[in-house]
């Protein structure tokens, strides 16, 4: 039999990225509701446009799903930043350190700058923690789903083939 030419697919990177960024803050968003629901933190899901809305408005139903969806846009900017800059390098610990990155960004800097939260001495251990656990992961699943696209090295079947059981 001859060998047939199969064209390589290839993921476009930011539609790729974008699709991350949406799930991400979609699961991890929505972990964050689960957070302030089990009083694990202090913050509102909606932490991220307090300084935009009333505190009041953020605590109602409504206001923790534009917080949700605040939290989704962030994650998309921060995938399309990553698959940009860190696409290329291996393994677990790039997105660890830059989810860890983006929570001092927030928490020890632009937070308290802007009115999102208070400075970082004012907030319980509970509430450090577990947002530091949860951009932590958050981190893990964008740079290590970003990365393992862009950098594995297996050979991937050609579209519409499946491979036969013997």
Known sequence: MGH????????NKWIFAVYIGFF???LWGGLKLIEHYFHFTVLTPGFLVEPFFLHSFLITWTGMLI???AFIALSIAASLAYALVLSKFQGPWYGIAYGMAWWGAL???????IGMM???LYLDLNTILTD????ALWGLFIGFSIAFEFTDERA???I???RKLA
């Open 67 to 69: 917080g949700w969806g």
């Open 132 to 135: 530091a656990s949860l951009f």
């Open 107 to 113: 928490y020890l800097l632009i937070g308290p700058l």
């Open 160 to 162: 519409g083939r499946r």
């Open 24 to 26: 991400a803050g979609v």
């Open 4 to 11: 047939r030419h199969h064209k390589k697919h290839q993921t």
């Open 118 to 120: 208070p400075w970082i």
């Open 156 to 158: 991937r079947e050609p």
